[in-house]
């Protein structure tokens, strides 16, 4: 599996305009209606790659190898589904993340970890919040994680987060 994900120069995230025509036209006469019934089972993407072309911040990166496996993936009522998911980035780092997630009722948790990011390649996203550019540093965190969505409403929690910068230099 390789993708290819791009921001223009204009900063449009074009993904953002297919998704939303669908939604516009695929006004269910039930808003809660329930989500059709779907099992799938041992699906695995291994050696993938996903790369990002951000033209807007001029930032270019890639996930690779990057192994994806979902065991069962399911919108039956109240079933929770353990997944996985470990990718290396190139220049270096590694994002890992583990979780239980159900889609009837939508609800998740697990935990996120970043271990090694370079931060010199994100610097241009940190230039709104930042006064200065980072040069050299590496990111480390664990990102644990609750999220529900029911009647409208949505719940989320983060506890027991952890970060770590090694190596700051701007």
Do not use: C
């Not at 807007?56 to 997944?83: C, I, K």
């Not at 990102?143 to 989320?156: E, H, I, R, V």
Request: net charge negative; charged share 25%.
């Amino acid at each position: 599996l390789s993708l290819r994900l791009r921001v223009p120069q204009d900063g449009r995230f074009i993904l953002l305009e297919l998704v939303e025509p669908l939604r516009r036209h695929s006004s269910p006469s039930d808003p809660d209606a329930a989500a059709p019934r779907l099992v799938l089972e041992d699906v695995a993407f291994t050696q993938a790659r996903i790369d990002w072309d951000d033209q807007h911040a001029g930032v270019r990166t890639a996930l690779a190898p990057l192994d994806l496996q979902l065991e069962r993936v399911s919108t039956l009522p109240s079933e929770a589904d353990a997944y996985r998911l470990t990718a290396d980035i190139a220049g270096g780092g590694r994002v890992r993340w583990r979780g239980d997630a159900s889609l009837s009722p939508m609800q998740a948790q697990g935990e996120l970890a970043i271990e090694g990011l370079p931060l010199a390649g994100l610097s241009p996203y940190l230039r709104p919040f930042a006064r200065v550019a980072v040069a050299d540093g590496r990111l480390t965190a664990s990102l644990p994680y609750q999220f529900s969505y029911a009647d409208g409403k949505t719940d989320a929690h983060l506890a027991g987060a952890r970060v770590a910068l090694e190596n700051l230099a701007a």
